[in-house]
C-alpha cells in the first residue's frame, strides 16, 4: 500500500545541498521506497538520494508529495509526517557571516573615494596590486582519459579517500562549514551517485565515469529555478574534482605559471602548493581558510607575500582577471579602483617603501637599545638564497632554517649531496654569520606522501619531528652527514625540534656521534665545534631546563608550538583562534622562567616563532632579556628601528609587572598605556617639510604628511593618527585664508609631537566652498603636550595673518630655512 503526504516547502533557499542531506537521512531510516514528487516542476525523486532530492527544483512554497511504499510504509509515513511538519522547516539556517573580532578602521583619505572594497582577515601585511587569479580553478574535464586499468579499484579506492577526508574535516568542523561539509558527505556517498559511476566503468576509466555522472548531475542542476539551487553546481564539481584527485594523485593539477603581477585566490593552501606557485608575479594571496601560524602563512611571510582570510571572493566568478589593490594590513581588497582609489594605493605603496628605507641605517648592525642594551634579530627562512637577501636585508644571520622544506613538493627525499649543496650554499651566503639548521620537523601539518606517515586524530601531538627519526634513521643520519659535512664552510649551528625529554637530547647527541666516526672514519672533514641546541616548544621542557641546559649549548623558544601546546589551543584552527595568544600570564611567566634558568647556567636563548615580529609583543620580549628573536625577513627592519628607540630598563620593569598581571586583558591594557619611545626629536624639522609637494587633493595630501610621520618614526599607527585629524576636520574646516590649511589634532597615537609643513605645486580644493589652497602646516601633538595644542594653533593663525611672513613662506627655497623661519615664528 501507499501512504502519500502532501506538503509545502516552507525553506527559503529550497532543498539545497544542506536540507536535501538532512531529509535523506532521515528517509534512510526505512526499508520502504521513499519518493519525493514536485507539483510545480512535475519532477520526482528518490528521497534516500541528496542529489535526487535536490534534482527535483523545489523552491520556496513549492507544492511536494512524499509518498512511501513498501514494508515499513505506515512506520514511515507517521515519522516523516512529524519530521516534515516540525524538524524539516528549521534545518536550514541561513550561512552566518564571518564576523571580525576587531573592527578594522579605514582611512578617510581612502574611503572618500568610494572604492569598492572586500574586507578580510590580515595574515602576512603588506600593500600590492595584481590581477585577482584564481588557483585550483581546475576543470572536470582535464582529467579526461581513455587509459583503463583496474578502474573499480580505483574508483573505490578514489571514493574511500575522499569520504575519508570530508568526516576527518567534518571532525574539526563546527557552525557552517560542518553543514557544508554534511552536504558534501551525503551528495558523495549518494547511493544513486556511486552507482552512476560504476555503471559507466564498465566501458569506460574512472575519469571519464566520474566526469559522465557529474556532468549530468550539473546539467540537471543547472536547469533550476532559483539561483541558490544552481549555485550547488559548484559543490559537484568541487566532489568531482575531490574523486578525481584522489584517483589520479599524479595528475598536474594547477597551472601555477603567473604571467602578469598577480594575487591569488584559493580556497586553501598546502606549504607546497604554496611553494610551487612562481614567485615573480606572486603579489599576494586571499584564502578562504588559514591560519596565522600555518605552515603556509609561515612561507607566506618568507616570501614576503601578503595574506588575507577572506571567503567573499572563492566562489565569485566576476571577480577573476580583476585589477585590485590589497592592503593586507587594513584587511582589503580594492578591485577595479577608480582613480582616486589608484592614486591612494600608488602614494601607500610609495610611503611603505620610504619607510623600509628610513630603516635601512639598521642594515649590518648589532642593535643596541637606548640604554647600550643589545639584542641580535635573526631570520626564519627555508631556502639558502634567502640568506644573502635577509642579511641585505638587515638580519644579523639565521635564527631559524625551517630544513623540511626541501624534502616537500618532491616525490622522494632530497639526497645527502644535494642536502650538503643546500647547507654549503647558505653558509657561504652567510658570510661567517650564524645560521641555526633545524633538523626536518615533518608531520603534523607537513605531512610527506613518499614517507607514508600514517594518517592521525591528533598530528600535532602525534608523529612528527624528532619522533619520527628513530623509524626514518637513514633520512635523519643522511641529513646530519650534510649538515656536518657543509659546516667546514661557515658558522654552522645545529637544532632538534619537538625536544620533550633528557632521553631525546642523549638519543639524538649520540646519532650526531655516530654520524661524526662514519665521516671520520671515511676522512671528510666537517667542524669539530659545531654547537647544538634545542627547540623549547613542548612544556614540559620549562620544568627541565636546568638538566637541558648542561646538554645542549643554546635553546630557541618556538613560540608558535609553545602556546599551542601550554594553552591547548590548535595553532590552526580558525574557529577557536581568538583564544590563542603568546601574551598572557602563563606564556609569560614560562618565558621569565626559560631566559632566566638559560642564562644561570650560561646558555643562548632566542625565539623563533611568528612572536618575535608581533609589534604589540616587543617591548615585552625585549625585557624578557632574550638574546634574540627571530623572524621572517620583511619584519627585521621594522622590529630593529623599533629596538633602537627603546629602553631596556623601562621594557625589564614592564615585563616583570607583566608576568604579575592576572588576565591577558591587563596585559594588553599595560601595553597600549605605556609609552616605550623616548627617543626626543624636534618638534620641527627638515624631514617633515616638502617644497613643490605633487597632491591632487586634500585626501592624498593628508596621507602623504601623516604617511611621512610614520616614515620618521614619529607615529607608530599612522592610519589611527589620520582618524584623529579627519575628526577634527568634520567638526571646522581648516582652511584659515590666504590659501593656507592649518589641519591640526592631539592624538595619542603619536610618539613625537610634530609640525609638518607642505607647499603646494599646484593648488587644491580643501573644503565646503572656500577657495583653494596652496600652503598646508600640518600640527600633529602627542597627549603630552596637549596643552600646547591649541597655543600653537593660535600663535601660527596669528602669524599667517601677515602678510610678509606668507609671503617669506613662498618664496624660501630649502627645507631648513623654512624650518627656521617657522621656529622663530612660534618662539
Ligand atoms: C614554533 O613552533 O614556534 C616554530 C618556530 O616551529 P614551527 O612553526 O616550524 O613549528
Ligand atoms: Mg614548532
Known sequence: ?????????????????????????????????????????????????????????????????????????????????????????????????????KQIYLPKSLINYCPTLIHGKSLVSGIVKGRLVKFGSVTLHSYATDFREQEEERFTNAHNTVVKNIKHELCLATGPEADILTSHLS???????????????????????????????????????SEYLRARTLDLQDLGLQLLSAAYPQHH?????????????????????????????????????????????ILAKSFNIPTLVCGELQDKHDYGHQLAYMDSQLGIIAINPNEGTTRYFERAIKISKQRVYSEQIYIGKQIATLDGH?????????????????????????????????????????????????????????????????TIDIGGDKPLAYLNLPTENNPFLGYRAVRIYPKFLTLFHCQLRALLRASVHGKSRIMFPMINSIEEIRWVKSQLEEVKYQLTHEGIPFSEHIEIGIMVEIPSTVFILDHICQEVDFLSIGSN???????????????????????????????????????????????????????????LLLGSGLDELSMSTPAILATKARLANMNYQQCRALFLRACQCATRREIETMLDKTQLDTNDKPIIASECIFLDAEYASKEEAIQALVGNLGITGRTNNSHALENDLWA????????????????????????????????????????????????????????NDSAQHMKIFSSLARKLMHKDFREKLHATQNNQEIAEQLAAALA
Open 1 to 101: 500500500m501507499k501512504y502519500e503526504l502532501m506538503f509545502q516547502c516552507n525553506l527559503p533557499n529550497g532543498i539545497h545541498a544542506r536540507p536535501a542531506s538532512h531529509l535523506e537521512k532521515k528517509c534512510r531510516l526505512f526499508s520502504c521506497q521513499v519518493m519525493l514528487t514536485n507539483h510545480r516542476t512535475n519532477k520526482s525523486g528518490d528521497a534516500k538520494s541528496a542529489l535526487e532530492l535536490i534534482g527535483t527544483d523545489t523552491i520556496h512554497k513549492d507544492n511536494c508529495t512524499i509518498s512511501c511504499e513498501g514494508s515499513d510504509a505506515k512506520y514511515a509515513f507517521e515519522i516523516l509526517k512529524i519530521y516534515i511538519n516540525n524538524e524539516f522547516p528549521l534545518c536550514d539556517e541561513p550561512l552566518k557571516a564571518i564576523t571580525e573580532e
Open 187 to 225: 551528495m558523495v556517498t549518494d547511493h544513486n551517485l556511486i552507482a552512476g559511476i560504476t555503471h559507466r566503468l564498465t566501458h569506460n576509466s574512472t575519469a571519464n565515469a566520474i566526469i559522465a555522472t557529474i556532468d549530468e548531475y550539473i546539467s540537471k542542476f543547472n536547469g533550476a529555478s
Open 253 to 297: 593539477q594547477e597551472d601555477s605559471t603567473l604571467t602578469e603581477d598577480s594575487i591569488v585566490i584559493a580556497h586553501e593552501m598546502t606549504p607546497s602548493q604554496f611553494l610551487k606557485i612562481d614567485k615573480t608575479h606572486f603579489k599576494g594571496l586571499v584564502l578562504a581558510k588559514a591560519s596565522h601560524t600555518s605552515h603556509t602563512i
Open 374 to 438: 643589545t639584542i641580535e634579530v635573526g631570520a626564519n627562512i627555508t631556502h639558502p638564497i634567502e640568506v644573502q637577501a635577509t642579511l641585505n636585508a638587515g638580519a644579523d644571520g639565521v635564527g631559524l632554517f625551517r630544513t623540511e622544506m626541501a624534502y616537500m613538493d618532491r616525490d622522494q627525499a632530497p639526497t645527502e649531496d644535494e642536502l650538503y649543496e643546500c647547507y654549503r650554499d647558505a653558509l657561504i651566503n652567510g658570510g661567517g654569520n650564524s645560521i641555526i639548521f633545524r
Open 561 to 619: 608550538d609553545m602556546t599551542q601546546y601550554l594553552l591547548a589551543i590548535d595553532r590552526d584552527n580558525q574557529s577557536i583562534s581568538y583564544l590563542y595568544s603568546s601574551l598572557v600570564p602563563s606564556f609569560l611567566r614560562m618565558l621569565k622562567q626559560v631566559v632566566s634558568t638559560a642564562h644561570q647556567y650560561n646558555c643562548w636563548v632566542g625565539l623563533c616563532g611568528e612572536l618575535g615580529s608581533d609589534h604589540r609583543a616587543l617591548p
Open 728 to 783: 577634527r576636520e568634520a567638526v571646522f574646516s581648516t582652511d584659515l585664508g590666504f590659501g593656507f590649511a592649518i589641519p591640526h589634532t592631539k592624538s595619542e597615537h603619536l610618539q613625537h609631537s610634530t609640525i609638518s609643513m607642505a607647499r603646494l605645486a599646484k593648488p587644491i580644493h580643501w573644503q565646503g566652498d572656500t577657495g583653494e589652497i596652496d600652503f598646508i602646516i600640518m600640527l600633529t601633538l602627542n597627549n
